[in-house]
Nanobody, 119 residues
């Protein structure tokens, strides 16, 4: 069983930047893909960015070019840096990790952190 702790949400002015962090803890065996999703009010949860353990990240078109996802495997943490934020970026942001053990793989989700872009 893993726990995910997100941090870094809050109120950001349009054009500003945000940095989200998500640390996994618990009985970690092997984490493959890590990522961020978001859900705006009245909308479905959508992909923001994912990053494999090896290889290139994937970004949603809406954030490509102004976002960077990164990870630190030594501390099982994934980050999301987003620049030039827009009101449309307002949402609850969720981190997710795929955990692999001898028994198979399980996707874990964080509780979510609210990001509000407003002046």
């Amino acid at each position: 069983q893993l726990q995910l702790m997100e941090s870094g949400g809050g109120l950001v002015q349009p054009g500003g930047s945000l940095r989200l962090s998500c640390a996994a803890s618990g009985s970690i065996v092997f984490i493959t893909t890590m990522g961020w999703y978001r859900q705006a009010p009245g909308q479905a949860r959508e992909l923001v960015a994912t990053i494999p353990r090896l290889g290139n990240p994937t970004y949603a078109d809406s954030v490509k070019g102004r976002s960077t996802i990164s990870r630190d495997n030594a501390i099982s943490t994934v980050y999301l840096q987003m620049n030039n934020v827009e009101p449309e970026d307002t949402a609850v942001y969720y981190c997710t990790v795929r955990h692999v053990t001898m028994s198979g793989q399980t996707d874990y989700w964080g509780q979510g952190t609210q990001v509000t872009v407003s002046s």
